[in-house]
């Protein structure tokens, strides 16, 4: 009988899994200061663009309530003054 090898567990499809992946690795090894604080400037950025995004996709959505609410009373106005 031929023994047969055990294929490899495939690759993890998502960006995370890929991610956690590397992550655990380094966590094995020590960094030097430098890399620290490379590292957690970097992070720092990451983070800062993120709330960034959030806070300017809030913003728009809230001005383009505002103008649609904005449309709809002028409309309701001049419907109001042409029953008049």
């Keep these: 009988m ?3 090898k055990k294929k490899k567990a495939d690759k993890k499809a ?10 655990k690795k380094l966590g094995k090894r020590k ?3 430098g890399q620290k604080v490379l590292a ?14 959030r806070r300017n996709a809030a ?4 001005e383009a309530d ?3 609410d904005a449309n709809a009373a002028e ?4 419907a109001m003054d042409a029953n008049a």
């Design 40 to 53: 957690g400037a970097a992070l720092a950025a990451i983070g800062l663009g993120l709330i960034a995004k």
């Design 75 to 78: 409309q309701n106005l001049a």
């Design 31 to 33: 960094l030097s200061t």
């Design 59 to 62: 913003s728009s959505a809230s």
């Design 14 to 23: 998502t960006l995370l899994g890929g991610a956690g992946k590397s992550l």
């Design 2 to 4: 031929k023994k047969t």
């Design 66 to 68: 505002a103008t649609t």
